[in-house]
């Protein structure tokens, strides 16, 4: 009588240990999407995160700038069709405060970061020859 019982242990412990094994399957979420954000900034540059629609830019941006050890307010970044996503408060077209569904982002969207360049020159780099 032992035997059998031994055996439902046995089968008990496999059971178990085969169900640690299995891994829950993720449920896809729409709600949910995947951006990557690449900076001409440094080698190592795309950062990828997994956020809500509902979040706000600037919650992405300014988590992209701890991991990157830099002021996220001095890059520039451009959406997936270039067109530039704004940060300053001051401005009217101010999209830091939108959520990435109301900048239209979608899964696996990619934007692209670059450093602020501050000045820069006419065609002859701020130079004027004399008439």
């Known amino acids: 009588?032992?035997?059998?019982?031994?055996g439902c242990r046995l089968m008990s412990q496999i059971k178990t240990d085969s169900q640690e094994d299995v891994k829950p399957q993720v449920v896809s979420?729409?709600?949910?999407?995947q951006i990557k954000i690449k900076s001409n900034h440094d080698s190592d540059s795309a950062v990828i995160f997994k956020v809500k629609l509902t979040s706000k830019f600037a919650k992405v941006a300014e988590a992209w700038g701890k991991q990157k050890g830099v002021d996220p307010t001095q890059?520039?970044?451009?959406?997936?069709?270039g067109v530039r996503i704004h940060h300053k408060s001051d401005s009217a077209s101010c999209h830091w405060g939108m959520t990435l569904k109301e900048l239209g982002l979608?899964?696996?969207?990619?934007?692209?970061?670059?450093?602020?360049?501050?000045g820069g020159g006419g065609a002859l780099g701020g130079r004027r020859e004399a008439p």
């Open 75 to 81: 890059f520039r970044f451009l959406g997936p069709d």
């Open 106 to 118: 979608e899964d696996e969207d990619e934007i692209s970061a670059m450093k602020e360049q501050v």
């Open 1 to 6: 009588q032992a035997f059998p019982q031994l």
């Open 29 to 33: 979420n729409p709600e949910v999407i």
